[in-house]
């Protein structure tokens, strides 16, 4: 926590970077709750929450969620590859601690807001949630002008784009640390990411909480994210990494298999908020080692094939996930995204042990 302060007041420059993916975030966490609960007051079933989060069954839904989907295959890999240069060398675990801080606190403050607009407003409370966040994606493209010039172009390769980016990828997939990197990532996605249909089965059906008892859950999560992110700020070395990326895995894995247990809402909330917690620890260390071993001229690579793999998973863990809620329930979903996750683990470990990975000397601690 003391470098995550020492980087705020030390560097002004990335504060607005922090401040837009706050209150977007915000935004975000308001209207995840309004979609999928909307969606499953409508419909009545699982599959609604995996209609919703892949858009699928209304042509203009559709072709909005393309274009949002673009918009977002753009700007994650862009942000990921930003943050090395708005911040000091020195400081690279903190800013990557900072900003999945910082985008975590608005998805725990949206989702607490929502249940409180829930209950306010009742039938209309979903479209209210909806427009404030329309309204805080215009106010984060306002604030990130503010960052315009900040990175200094590369130079041209003079290659084709579709040449120089096989070459970028074939670089990137070329190191065995990388390339588990990425397939852990993929997979923990893919497994783990089931709890997305799941969590709002295992609140309405299982534990009886309704809808505001779904956003104390996802609220739960949002805190063990924050915290998660937050123990990954401190600045360490090779071995320091590579421990507490499986650690942080280890412990997502755990907090999923707890979840299927919960008898009660309290216990699911303190399971939510391990599996956050881990989660938060895993990302964090994820993209550091990245940012590290990977040259900085291939990180908007090195991002691009992330998020690609990543959102492949997540299309099949909200595929598996409807269709596993909706024969066998939350708790046998969540259940076997735990399992799932320790495999993942598991294959993991016995890699990152036997291989170590390269620091780079410019991005390495103490430089």
Same mark, same amino acid.
């Given at each position: 926590?003391?470098?995550?302060?020492?980087?705020?007041?030390?560097?002004?420059?990335?504060?607005?970077?922090?401040?837009?993916?706050?209150?977007?975030?915000?935004?975000?966490?308001?209207?995840?709750?309004?979609?999928?609960?909307?969606?499953?007051? /409508?419909?009545?079933? $699982?599959?609604?929450?995996?209609?919703?989060?892949?858009?699928?069954?209304?042509?203009?839904?559709?072709?909005?969620?393309?274009? %949002?989907?673009?918009?977002?295959?753009?700007?994650?890999?862009?942000?990921?590859?930003?943050?090395?240069?708005?911040?000091?060398?020195?400081? %690279?675990?903190?800013?990557?601690? *900072?900003?999945?801080?910082?985008?975590?606190?608005?998805?725990?403050?949206?989702?607490? *807001?929502?249940?409180?607009?829930?209950?306010?407003?009742?039938?209309?409370?979903?479209?209210?949630?909806?427009?404030?966040?329309?309204?805080?994606?215009?106010?984060?493209?306002?604030?990130?002008?503010?960052? +315009?010039?900040?990175?200094?172009?590369?130079? !041209?390769?003079?290659?084709?784009?579709?040449?120089?980016?096989?070459?970028?990828? +074939?670089?990137?997939?070329?190191?065995?640390?990388?390339?588990?990197?990425? =397939?852990?990532?993929?997979?923990?996605?893919?497994?783990?990411?089931?709890?997305?249909?799941?969590?709002?089965? *295992?609140?309405?059906?299982?534990?009886?909480?309704?809808?505001?008892?779904? $956003?104390?859950?996802? =609220?739960?999560?949002? =805190?063990?994210?924050?915290?998660?992110?937050?123990?990954? !700020?401190?600045?360490?070395?090779?071995?320091?990494?590579?421990?507490?990326?499986?650690?942080?895995?280890?412990?997502?894995?755990?907090?999923?298999?707890?979840?299927?247990?919960?008898?009660?809402? $309290?216990?699911?909330?303190?399971?939510?908020?391990?599996?956050?917690?881990?989660?938060?620890?895993?990302?964090?260390?994820?993209?550091?080692?990245? /940012?590290?071993?990977?040259?900085?001229?291939?990180?908007?690579?090195?991002?691009?094939?992330?998020?690609?793999?990543?959102?492949?998973?997540?299309?099949? !863990?909200? *595929?598996?996930?409807?269709?596993?809620?909706?024969?066998?329930?939350?708790?046998?979903?969540?259940?076997?995204?735990?399992?799932?996750?320790?495999?993942?683990?598991? %294959?993991?470990?016995?890699?990152?042990r036997r291989t170590r990975p390269v620091l780079r000397p410019a991005l390495a601690v103490g430089a």
């Amino acid at each position: 926590m003391r470098n995550v302060l020492d980087l705020w007041r030390a560097e002004r420059r990335p504060r607005w970077f922090f401040a837009a993916h706050m209150q977007g975030a915000l935004g975000v966490g308001l209207g995840y709750v309004a979609l999928m609960v909307f969606a499953y007051e /409508q419909i009545g079933s $699982a599959w609604a929450a995996t209609a919703v989060l892949l858009a699928d069954g209304i042509v203009a839904m559709m072709a909005l969620a393309v274009v %949002l989907g673009m918009g977002n295959a753009l700007f994650r890999p862009a942000t990921s590859a930003l943050l090395p240069a708005i911040v000091s060398p020195e400081r %690279l675990t903190s800013a990557n601690a *900072l900003y999945g801080a910082s985008r975590d606190a608005g998805h725990l403050l949206g989702p607490a *807001l929502a249940a409180g607009i829930l209950l306010l407003t009742g039938p209309g409370g979903p479209e209210i949630l909806l427009a404030i966040n329309a309204a805080t994606f215009i106010v984060s493209a306002l604030l990130l002008t503010r960052l +315009r010039g900040v990175a200094q172009p590369t130079e !041209a390769s003079g290659e084709s784009l579709l040449s120089d980016t096989r070459a970028g990828i +074939r670089a990137v997939l070329g190191d065995r640390i990388t390339r588990t990197l990425m =397939c852990t990532s993929g997979a923990v996605v893919m497994v783990a990411g089931t709890m997305n249909v799941a969590e709002l089965v *295992l609140a309405q059906r299982e534990l009886g909480a309704g809808s505001s008892g779904f $956003a104390l859950l996802v =609220c739960a999560y949002g =805190c063990g994210l924050i915290g998660g992110s937050l123990l990954g !700020a401190s600045e360490t070395d090779e071995d320091g990494l590579r421990r507490r990326y499986l650690l942080g895995l280890g412990v997502l894995g755990i907090g999923l298999v707890g979840s299927s247990l919960a008898p009660v809402l $309290a216990a699911a909330m303190a399971t939510f908020a391990l599996s956050g917690l881990g989660n938060g620890l895993f990302v964090v260390s994820d993209r550091v080692l990245l /940012q590290r071993i990977v040259p900085e001229r291939l990180h908007g690579r090195t991002f691009g094939l992330l998020d690609a793999v990543e959102s492949w998973g997540f299309g099949g !863990a909200l *595929l598996a996930g409807g269709a596993l809620a909706s024969a066998y329930g939350g708790r046998t979903t969540f259940a076997l995204a735990g399992v799932g996750t320790l495999l993942v683990w598991l %294959l993991a470990a016995r890699v990152l042990r036997r291989t170590r990975p390269v620091l780079r000397p410019a991005l390495a601690v103490g430089a």
